[in-house]
């Protein structure tokens, strides 16, 4: 099973994103999930993780202008990070994490934590 990250781009201070994160091959339940950035010469953060239920958290940093959702299944769940008011600090690579339970068998299963491919946003003033 892999995770799958899509939506970065290119847009100006004040713009918007949806970054997307599904998880591809067997089935993955996912308990939580998270995106994280790294912007060039700074260490990996955590911006926004959601749980099962829903409950979300975010970096203070970007609290007010983005959401963190799922959708879906729970064998099959899409988590999306909504980016508005972006601005050019915001430029990173954006990660996608996610921990749960990968199903091999009908009674087999082991817990598992993966990572997406980065995703570049970049955002010019």
């Known amino acids: 099973v892999q995770l799958q990250a899509s939506g970065g781009g290119s847009v100006q201070t004040g713009g918007f994103l949806t970054l997307s994160c599904a998880a591809a091959g067997n089935i993955f339940r996912i308990d939580r999930a998270g995106w994280y950035r790294q912007a060039p010469g700074k260490e990996r953060e955590l911006v926004a993780s959601i749980t099962r239920s829903g409950s979300a958290n975010y970096a203070n940093s970007v609290k007010g202008r983005f959401t963190i959702s799922r959708d879906g299944t729970y064998a099959k769940t899409t988590v999306y990070l909504q980016m508005n008011s972006l601005e050019p600090e915001d430029t990173a690579v954006y990660y996608c994490?996610?921990?749960?339970?990968?199903?091999?068998?009908?009674?087999?299963?082991?817990?598992?934590?993966?990572w997406g491919q980065g995703t570049q946003v970049t955002v010019s003033s």
């Open positions: 994490n996610a921990e749960g339970t990968e199903v091999l068998g009908p009674t087999w299963d082991r817990p598992l934590e993966l």
